[in-house]
């Protein structure tokens, strides 16, 4: 029984998969409480399928790239549950698993790129050909400064309108996606480890200045 979520982007996804086909899924869409929503997800797909935890026998889990806070929920969750259930983890672009399903879905027919919300006026992108094979990227950029001519799936071509006049769904990334493709061996599996791209918002503080 796999278990697969994401929290890269304001959507919390969660699925379940059986080795057949997925079994229970649960998506809730807030980009402020990813910690408050991931386990209350894992527990009600959990629940809607009838298995515990020790039913489990692997993870796969979207490292991004996104905004910091809501990556590491996800990410110390699935290495936290692989860890405790001795149980293998598997990380997944998340800009793979947009572009998987805009390919499954017959969304796309041509090369196109994937957008995300970077926070800062930027997106994170990453260039698809037609079968959604990533080509370059990921990385981070200013929506102007990224192509505009191909079509751009999710929630980055929705934010900035002006720079990707060719937007197409899905705007987030769905568990039960990641679980399909995992389980067919259909992306490229990574450690579970964040692709953050840059630096997160909160630094340390510098020196302190000399009182005089």
Do not use: W
Not at 28 to 44: F, K, N, Q, Y
């Amino acid at each position: 029984m796999l278990l697969a979520f994401d929290t890269a982007t304001p959507a919390v996804t969660v699925a379940l998969h059986d080795g057949e086909r997925v079994v229970a899924e649960s998506t809730t869409v807030d980009a402020m409480r990813h910690g408050e929503l991931l386990a209350p997800g894992i527990s009600s797909v959990m629940s809607a399928a009838g298995v515990v935890r020790q039913d489990l026998t692997a993870i796969a889990v979207g490292v991004g790239p996104g905004p910091f806070t809501g990556l590491r929920v996800g990410l110390v969750t699935a290495r936290t549950l692989g860890v405790v259930l001795e149980i293998p983890v598997y990380g997944v672009c998340t800009l793979d698993v947009l572009a998987a399903e805009a390919v499954d879905r017959g969304i796309v027919t041509r090369d196109f790129l994937v957008a995300t919300d970077a926070r800062r006026k930027e997106v994170y992108c990453a260039s698809y050909d037609e079968r959604g094979q990533r080509v370059e990227g990921p990385f981070v950029a200013k929506p102007a400064d990224v192509d505009r001519k191909r079509p751009v799936v999710g929630r980055g071509a929705l934010l900035y309108p002006g720079a990707f006049p060719q937007y197409l769904p899905p705007e987030n990334p769905s568990a039960s996606v990641l679980a399909c493709a995992v389980t067919e061996e259909r992306l490229t599996l990574l450690d579970p480890e964040p692709l953050y791209l840059r630096r997160p918002d909160v630094a340390p503080p510098g020196k302190p200045k000399r009182v005089s």
